[in-house]
């Protein structure tokens, strides 16, 4: 499988094209023009401008102090650098708490170049994604792991292990799909499931930490460069840079090896 270079923007039609043909795509975060540049040039599909910035750029414990108005300075930095790579931008904690400020915060990200939004959350988000979505804004739905709502979870824990659990986060994806998102980000799950939501929904599910079957795979780029903020780097994490030459070589490689089915392996993947 050869890695495209990205002369012809990603879009939504693309990826759905990649999904229909069971050929992976690569997500990466970026956060900075000189950054996005590089990921799109070594072929990065989607750059998600994340509210992880909050604790890779920020230095905060959680991306919930991350503001508005610091996401779209971000945005604006990444979409100077791109080439072509479709570029998804992270709603802020609470910036879609009511269908107005969703609408309106949304259209500000879309403005400044994002090419979707993602928002965090299971069936109360669906009313959001289809109001979005019938405005024409491509709404990427984030299950699993929410790290919004970190403060309710109590902590950075699998989710979707036991059966009932299971089968919520299912019929939500379901749910999500029905009402017009157009992808899908599963954070920290089984395997199995992820493979079950992948192989049930039509638009393509992205994943972090939810195994090899998920459509596309995402992570956020210091931790692929090995200069994660946390202590321990979660099990999903695979530092690229130990085998590379350099930050472009590292990047290279981890597009490789999801094209070609390489990463995540078993050890990367919760049971
Ligand atoms: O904000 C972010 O970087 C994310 C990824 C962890 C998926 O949401």
Known sequence: MSIHTNKKPITLTTLGNLKKNSEKFTCLTAYESTMASVISEN???VILVGDSLGMVVQGHDSTLPVTMDQLIYHLECVVNGNSGSHIMADMPFMSYSTDDL??????????AGANSVKIEGGEWISNMAQALSDRGIPVCAHMGLTPQTINRIGGHHVQGRDPSQKEKIINEAIALEKAGASMLLLECVPGDLAQEITSTLKIPVIGIGAGIHTDGQIMVVHDLLGISCLDTPPKFVKNFMEESSSIQDAIHRYVDEV?????PSEEHTFK
């Open 43 to 45: 072929g990065v599909d």
């Open 102 to 111: 969703g609408l309106e915060n949304a259209k500000r990200l879309m403005q």
């Open 259 to 263: 094209k070609n089915l390489k990463f």
